[in-house]
DNA sequence: CATCTCACTTGATCTGGGTCAAGGATTTTT
DNA sequence: AAAAATCCTTGACCCAGATCAAGTGAGATG
């Protein structure tokens, strides 16, 4: 159960999540930074990749695999408060800690920065700064975004407001565009869900049933998800602004 | 009901907020370069500053006042996502347009940036966009422990979460440590309570009323409180992470 | 001084989702 | 192939908080 560290490494140009990674517009020479500081750690499904509170001595992306942010309070009662797919960044630089439990769901593959390093490039380069910000944002988004699914929606719309957004995750990974209909793998069992939305897994599992009573989704098994109309779907999660992904 | 826009504008040393303002850590030429683009902006009680989806040009903190981030659905439903009290930061550099509502609960002054310049300095500067970022991190830890109090506790809890978290930034403007009882005067309404909390209005009317005859707080008059014991506040909301602020 | 309005309180009732409990379906272990 | 462990579903019942409704009290307005 130790998490097995491998030193792949290949340039940095190689690497899977160039796309949305800091390092994507990264002159020659700040790559070649980047390599000598790169690594790559695989988790397990199931392990605790960092603890809430202890020190945190890399940042990364996720490269492959599901991870989650959780939060818990003393009594058990636990929230998720992140979802870490691939591409996702994990790691608060310029912060010793980490706040959250991050958590492996899936098997996972990341690629990490050693932190100390990493900062100086980052206070040497301002466009990774700038990234960094910008991606600071994003996730600032989308946890208001959750603020409203966890406040004001019902089991319901939060049950629909999570598919839609993993089915809308899912297909930018793809590239899959507007293609109807869409199909996709839950990433999450009931009870992560549950601790998503902050509900627990017999209203999950129940809503989920209802859905598909209803047809508004269709299951394959228990994980397995085609949704014949993305719109109706979000129709469900209460949702108009539909981000301009399936416009 | 239009802004009055007072282009008052001394010395950004002067600033009531440099001490979490953009400009704390600024050289003398950056100081001048920030005072080109600044100026002053008083709103009302009332008055939305912003609206969802408007073109913001600038960015800027509040000095005095109270304002509030709110989501609202095509029903009606709303959702608060972010209290903005004095030295808070407001606005997205590298964004186009306002995510939220923003509204003034009080009357508010704020000190704002015309945005392009601030951006094109903030490109300059690296300690500038380092410190936006930190500002981001720090927002985001806030709207992650909210998305905790959303989700997984009771209303008494719920309640009992926000007036610590009243409390702890007014302690923290006014200096004034750890000293106990606190005092202090509820910035908002029961409704806009409600909307922080996904609650009713009458359900934290009834929660306060019986935090008060369990002898948690005092209330005089409707908005005026006093925690003998932030221990045992902290305690009602479950939460032992005190931040270490009343340690 | 009477009336309005706005912010709040309190009561009565209803209901969505929690809790408790009993299975079912797969996969893993022995 | 039997036993155990996971993960999920479904039913029965209950309760925290929503909803509906009727006030109260303190400023503002005429």
Redesign the pocket.
């Given at each position: 159960m130790t998490a097995t560290i491998q030193t792949i490494s290949p340039s940095c140009s190689d690497c899977p999540i160039r796309h949305r990674a800091v390092c994507a517009r990264c002159e020659m020479d700040e790559l070649e930074r980047l390599e000598e500081i790169k690594y790559y750690r695989s988790f397990e499904a199931?392990q605790t990749i960092i603890w809430s509170g202890d020190k945190m001595d890399f940042v990364g992306s996720v490269v492959s695999g599901i991870a989650t942010l959780t939060q818990t309070m003393e009594d058990g009662r636990t929230q998720m408060v992140g979802l870490l797919l691939p591409s996702d960044f994990v790691g608060r630089p310029g912060r010793e800690g980490a706040a959250y439990d991050v958590v492996a769901t899936t098997d996972i593959l990341m690629c990490c920065f050693r932190k100390k390093p990493f900062e100086k490039l980052m206070s040497e380069t301002p466009h990774i700064a700038h990234r960094l910000l910008e991606m600071t944002l994003d996730e600032l988004d989308a946890a208001r975004e959750w603020m409203l699914v966890l406040g004001r929606?019902?089991?319901?719309e939060?049950i629909a407001s999570l598919l839609s957004i993993i089915a809308r995750r899912d297909a930018s990974l793809t590239g899959d565009g507007g293609v109807r209909p869409m199909v996709f793998d839950?990433p999450l069992?009931?009870?992560?869900m549950?601790d998503y939305l902050?509900?627990?897994?017999?209203?999950?599992?129940?809503?989920?049933?209802a859905l598909k009573k209803d047809g508004v989704i269709h299951?394959e098994?228990?994980?397995h998800v085609t949704v014949p109309d993305m719109g109706r779907l979000m129709e469900e999660a209460g949702d108009d602004s539909d981000g301009g992904v399936f416009a």
């Open positions: 199931g929606k019902t089991a319901r939060k839950l069992t009931r009870e992560a549950a902050g509900l627990t897994l017999e209203t999950v599992s129940r809503q989920i049933s299951l098994g228990k994980r």
